[in-house]
């Protein structure tokens, strides 16, 4: 196997696509652009320095079996991966291993974030594994339903076995170069369970923001956006959670009251909503906004939860005082347009659902039918909104959001909690009796209700979690910054 000289630096992908709104995945591209331009500051500071980062990058792929659990079938597909030795102590300094997610991988997941300071620190070869099925690490074919069923957490697993085996004889390693997982959200959960299922392969993981148990309703992901909406340390108050609710309230009464069109004047939608489906596109991206917010607070790439509440409940002198909620809603939703490229709000289900059934690999969207057949094969992740303290709107259900199952892969309904519990039978669920797995989480992530998150570890052991009351999904991943909060800064000390 030989390696290419690395590309130059292209978009960042440490975040997941497990939630299923559209302009919260355009906001996670946000947090994802905001990163690469952090990235190539610096690295250009270290160019400037004398440091030449990039010129220690190789890129290379490796043929894996479609099928690990099936020795008869000798299909592969090529998994691209990434390969960083200039802080590497040759030849017995420990090997980061950086896991891949439900998307491509770059150059960037071995040039910056905060393993990259520690390997720096501790002199590691560093490594990235592109997820199969995503990314370059998928055959021409590979998106055609009967193929996704090569498409698993479990075949990932054994990717990285493979991987691991591939990489060690490729660098004459031996007992002596200690391995450590990295990953954040999904792939923070196949850090763990890498470590669970090959703990004689890899000494140790950190998984941050991990959502290590399954749930088909999960539905305290909404519940912990309300709770983080009314969070005073960042921002929040009961004034402003129940604006929101407000808000919500009123603009599901103005649809079901006949006035879908004027809905879609007010939103600056592209579609009047009409049909049922349409109105439930609607009230997503809206609820997306306020989930996005939560989820990348301070981020800096919309708004933080302090400045949303302040719209949310007329704080600010800019607004004023006898805006109803609606309107507030009105004005969130032309904050996030006024930093977008976007000239209207697509609310088309119908549209939605053509996207999902592409199966071409040169799609835009060409990572989130993959996902969507994961959450429907193993991890469920659907944010719902039918219970008490859900901030938005009830006509987010789980049958509104499981529906792509049987219409996209033929996965029926009932099968769905079968799928969830064997997957959690499989690994543990939010007790997978992992050893030297650190688990990093941030209180005003919803992602941390999936997750372990005990204050302690039983007795004689070491602490193996770490929780950030103040901080975001997978802050602690990043590189330092000055805006950095107290909290996140000592968890970096850890």
């Not at 490796?62 to 659990?69: A, K, R, T």
């Not at 998928?138 to 998106?143: A, R, V």
């Not at 999904?186 to 140790?204: D, E, M, Q, T």
């Not at 199966?359 to 057949?373: G, I, M, N």
């Amino acid at each position: 196997m030989l390696f290419s000289p690395a590309r130059c630096l292209v978009i960042l992908l440490l975040l997941n696509f497990v939630d299923a709104g559209r302009i919260l995945r355009k906001i996670k591209e946000r947090v994802r652009n905001l990163q690469l331009k952090e990235a190539k500051q610096h690295l250009l500071t270290h160019t400037v320095s004398g440091h030449q980062p990039l010129q220690h990058v190789r890129e290379g792929r490796i043929h894996q079996q479609l099928n690990h659990f099936n020795r008869q079938d000798v299909s592969t597909f090529p998994q691209r991966f990434f390969v960083n030795e200039a802080y590497w102590q040759c030849p017995d300094g420990p090997v980061f291993l950086f896991i891949g997610g439900e998307g491509p991988i770059f150059e960037f997941d071995v040039l910056a974030g905060h393993h990259v300071d520690m390997a720096e620190k501790h002199g590691a070869l560093l490594l990235v594994l592109e997820h199969r099925f995503y990314g370059d690490s998928i055959n021409p074919d590979g998106l055609k339903t009967e193929n996704l069923a090569d498409l698993s957490s479990q075949q990932a697993l054994a990717d990285l076995a493979v991987f691991h085996q591939y990489i060690s004889q490729s660098f004459n390693l031996s007992h002596r170069n200690t391995w450590i997982s990295f990953g954040g959200s999904y792939s923070g959960a196949l850090s763990a369970w890498f470590r669970g299922k090959f703990p004689h392969l890899v000494y140790g993981a950190v998984a941050s923001s991990a959502p290590v148990r399954a749930k088909l309703d999960f539905s305290a992901y909404t519940n912990t956006v309300g709770l983080s909406l009314m969070n005073e340390a960042v921002g929040g108050s009961k004034k402003c959670l129940a604006g929101v609710r407000e808000a919500f309230a009123a603009v599901e009464a103005a649809l079901m009251g006949g006035n879908a069109s004027q809905v879609a004047v007010d939103f600056g939608c592209c579609q009047i909503p009409k049909d049922l489906d349409d109105q439930i596109e609607l009230m997503q991206n809206l609820a997306d906004i306020v989930m996005g917010t939560v989820q990348y607070n301070e981020e800096g790439v919309l708004m933080s939860i302090n400045e949303l509440c302040s719209v949310m409940t007329n704080k600010s002198e800019a607004y004023e005082e006898d805006i109803e909620a609606y309107n507030r809603l009105v004005k969130l939703a032309q904050i996030y347009y006024s930093t977008s490229e976007e000239p209207c709000l697509d609310i088309s289900h119908e549209k939605t659902v053509k996207d999902l059934m592409d199966t071409s690999l040169h799609s835009d969207r060409r990572a989130e039918r993959q996902w969507t057949y994961q959450t429907c094969t193993e991890f469920g992740f659907y944010q719902t909104c039918e219970d008490a303290t859900c901030p938005f709107s009830g006509m987010l259900t789980l049958q509104a959001q499981t529906e792509v199952c049987p219409m996209l892969f033929g996965i029926s309904h009932h099968s769905l909690p079968g799928r969830i519990a064997f997957t959690n039978n499989y690994y543990g669920g939010d007790n997978p009796h992992t050893h030297r797995v650190l688990y990093v989480n941030g209180g005003i992530d919803p992602w941390k209700e999936l997750s372990v998150v005990q204050d302690r570890a039983e007795e004689g052991e070491e602490a193996q979690t770490i929780f950030i009351k103040d901080t975001a999904h997978c802050a602690d991943m990043m590189r330092g910054r000055v805006t950095d909060r107290c909290s996140l800064k000592r968890a970096r000390e850890v």
